[in-house]
């Protein structure tokens, strides 16, 4: 029996990529998952499959961007299963685009999604895990995070952002509450986020450093289950993921 068994796992994104290849592996091992995103039909249709596997799933609309939409997916979490265990802070944007194009709009949505969508899952389940006195927060950065790419100034920015909280919230919760942390950062998935790139410039930059091979959304969920699945005296705080032939 996997230690995931019956724990409630809530994720916000859940509705493609590595967000619902998280939901589909976390569930094969027997979590109960909350799919949260905005695509409720496509949310509909990744849960009844699960369920048809066996597994539990519910689905809950969030807007990560709002407060009040993130506190509502949390008050829907407990009051289905009366816990959460584990608070997967996947939603994120990758509109790339060269600084001097200044597109503003997309620089605010970034700042909006990848970090205040991070600070208000984290607001929200962590006086649920205080309470409880454990409990899993893991947050998807990027290599990113890690080095500036052409065109990914403000990408990059709040993926730093996101390590830097992450830690922080490491060394505040190391011995009390029994709280974990994970980073998770992923090179190049395939996944929608290309898709969200309306510079052409940056887009070309991007596919000049880009892996022949990249990864798919199934090695992020298996990084996030086998951190998930350490003993309570073990923690995974962060693991970055890349394809074998990516440089950066």
């Known amino acids: 029996m996997s230690s995931l068994t019956n724990q409630v796992v809530v994720i916000t994104g859940a509705s493609s990529g590595i967000g619902e290849a998280t939901a589909r592996r976390l569930s094969a091992k027997g979590a109960r998952v909350i799919l949260t995103a905005r695509r409720l039909e496509r949310l509909e249709s990744i849960a009844a499959d699960i369920r048809a596997q066996g597994g539990t799933a519910l689905i809950h609309p969030i807007d990560v961007t709002r407060r009040p939409s993130v506190e509502e997916v949390k008050d829907f979490a407990v009051a289905q299963f009366g816990r959460i265990d584990v608070w997967i802070n996947n939603a994120g944007v990758m509109p790339l685009a060269y600084m001097e194009k200044l597109h503003v709009d ?9 970090i205040k969508g991070v600070l208000y899952g984290i607001a929200a ?11 899993h927060i893991v ?3 990027s290599v990113a995070g890690h080095k500036v790419g052409l065109g990914g100034a403000v990408y990059s ?7 830097a909280i992450t830690e922080g919230l490491r060394m505040e919760m190391v011995g009390r509450y029994g709280i974990r942390t994970t980073l998770i950062s992923p090179g190049l998935v395939e996944t929608e986020l290309l898709q969200s790139i309306t510079d052409p410039d940056a887009l070309e930059a991007l596919k000049a450093r880009a892996s022949k091979n990249p990864l798919s959304s199934r090695h992020i969920a298996d990084a996030i289950l086998y951190a998930l699945e350490q003993p309570e005296s073990v923690a995974v705080n962060e693991i970055v993921v890349r394809p074998s032939d990516q440089m950066n």
């Not at 389940?125 to 409990?135: A, C, F, H, K, T």
């Not at 920015?157 to 390590?163: E, I, L, P, S």
């Open 106 to 114: 997309e620089w605010e949505r970034m700042i909006d999604v990848n």
């Open 125 to 135: 389940v962590l006086p649920v895990m205080i309470r409880q006195n454990s409990g």
């Open 139 to 141: 947050n998807i950065a």
């Open 157 to 163: 920015g709040t993926k730093f952002a996101v390590r």
